[in-house]
């Protein structure tokens, strides 16, 4: 596949700030990518306070903890004398919650994991799989997976290891290619990784028998 396609390979992240219209989305990235950081902030302070796992344990949370009183008490005479200093604190504070609460990009296998379980739902719990014309029809109602044709979706069914039964049986319906969901759930259990048998392609040619809607 050509590298300007690559990037088709992989489903967009959900983005895990400014969920809801997207009038307001915009406008409450910022609080809550502060509380995230803060949050961020507040758990790394505990971590080093409880010194957990370290020699000298007792002492050092004791030294540690009269050591934030302290900056707790010089704080708040700071504010009452020189409102302008505790100000910048407050500034410098928000500058680090907001690098703190920076978005980490998920990486390659957690994309894989997200798609394989976003099949499931796709599948239902009352039959065993999924022809794929059926698939790719669902797949590409979303709005995140618009964009990808049917040669783009069984490539990324390929790229997640996913079995294709070139003939797959589901209920009065055979002869269609699809995949079943034992094998999407043994891809998200490691310990039991699916094994193709004879009637599965393995998808190494991606073009031919691209399109197997009814």
């Known amino acids: 596949m050509a590298d ?3 990037d088709t390979l992989e489903l967009p992240p959900v983005p895990n ?17 502060l509380s995230t950081g803060n949050r961020a902030l507040t758990r790394r302070l505990r971590a080093w306070v409880a010194a957990e796992g370290q020699e000298r344990r007792e002492m050092k949370v004791a030294g540690r903890a009269g050591a934030l009183g302290l900056v707790g008490l010089l704080a708040w005479r700071t504010g009452h004398q020189q409102p302008a ?7 410098s504070y928000a500058i680090a919650a907001w690098r703190a609460g920076r978005p980490v990009p998920p990486t390659a296998d957690e994309l894989r994991r997200r798609f394989l379980e976003s099949l499931l739902p796709v599948i239902g719990d009352d039959r065993p799989g999924i022809h794929l014309g059926e698939l790719y029809a669902a797949l590409q109602s ?13 490539a990324l069914l390929v790229h997640c290891h996913i079995p ?14 699809g995949i079943k969901a034992a094998d999407i759930q043994a891809l998200l ?18 073009a031919e028998g691209a399109v197997d809607r009814p």
Request: no cysteine; hydrophobic share 35%.
């Open 164 to 177: 294709i039964h070139k003939s797959l049986r589901i209920g009065e319906i055979t002869g269609r290619s």
């Open 85 to 91: 200093l505790l100000a910048a604190a407050a500034g």
């Open 4 to 6: 300007s396609e690559a």
């Open 189 to 206: 259990s490691p310990e039991t990784p699916p094994t193709p048998s004879d009637d599965v392609d393995a998808g190494h040619d991606v």
């Open 17 to 33: 700030f400014g969920h809801g219209r997207p009038r307001w989305a915009a406008q409450r990235i910022h609080p809550r990518r």
């Open 142 to 154: 979303r709005p995140a997976a618009a964009h990808l044709d049917d040669t783009r979706l069984r």
